[in-house]
């Protein structure tokens, strides 16, 4: 009997506004605005949002509420099959305290299938496709404060590869791909993908509100990125068959 899970119906809508909004930016990257708008601090406002952006990811990243739903599996551990996972130790080594804070760096089952989810560093589990975006997310920050606070000249060129780093993450999760790294590499290169088609949008529009624009096209594309990995966790656990719980709470 198959144990196939489908896309939902729902996420079809995102996945195609997503790529429409990487259509829209390719067009505008060909046949770009012929009058630019002089706006004064247009690099420090567009700067700062991206870099708050770039900030918050990262507080995301880390934060085990938003990030790994903790709270879901202190609420189902009681419905976990110990054959598969001890919920004690999955706690302790995806959590680590640093500075008087709890961060969360890991939160897949411990199961067989999710193997190329996470990498282990001694006894802690981390997550490869949360410490990719992190990664990323901190890269372009850095890339952020010396393109915004600098008079550079980027070429339309790297706004092809940020396009193909978006639409490749955005497709990661409609793909089984088995190797950690490439998952967590493919990660990182879909948040540097942003950052180098907004930096090189910036160069040939030179517009505050196309800027603005396109980060607000990144938040969606985050959104659908997230929504498409929650539903490759469902797809995972449906289609495994195991009796063990997180089929109803990745």
């Avoid at 001890?86 to 995806?94: H, I, K, L, P, V």
Wanted: aromatic share 16%.
């Amino acid at each position: 009997m198959s144990r196939k899970i489908y896309l939902y119906f729902d996420l079809l809508p995102l996945i195609v506004l997503s790529f429409l909004g990487l259509f829209i930016f390719v067009i505008l990257v060909f046949s770009p605005p012929v009058n630019y708008e002089y706006f004064l601090f247009r690099k420090t406002i567009v700067g700062s949002v991206f870099g708050l952006i770039c900030i918050l990811g990262i507080v995301a990243v880390l934060s085990p509420k938003e990030c790994s739903k903790i709270f879901y599996y202190r609420k189902e551990r009681s419905s976990l099959d110990k054959k598969y996972i001890s919920q004690e130790n999955w706690f302790s080594n995806n959590t680590s305290l640093i500075l008087g804070l709890k961060i969360m760096h890991g939160h897949h089952p411990g199961c067989e299938k999710f193997s190329s989810h996470e990498f282990r560093i001694k006894d802690k589990t981390f997550c490869a496709g949360c410490t990719g975006l992190l990664l990323g997310a901190l890269i372009s920050l850095f890339g952020t404060f010396i393109y915004f606070s600098n008079n550079l000249y980027i070429s339309p060129f790297f706004i092809s590869i940020g396009l193909l780093g978006v639409a490749l993450g955005l497709l990661l999760p409609l793909i089984n791909l088995q190797r950690t790294i490439l998952r967590l590499s493919l990660n990182a290169f879909f948040i540097f993908g942003i950052f180098l088609i907004l930096i090189g949008i910036d160069t040939i529009v030179q517009s505050v509100f196309i800027d603005l624009l396109l980060i607000s096209f990144s938040i969606f594309w985050l959104f659908t990125r997230i929504s498409l990995s929650q539903w490759n966790h469902q797809r995972i656990c449906h289609e495994c068959g195991k009796k063990c719980g997180f089929d109803k709470i990745v």
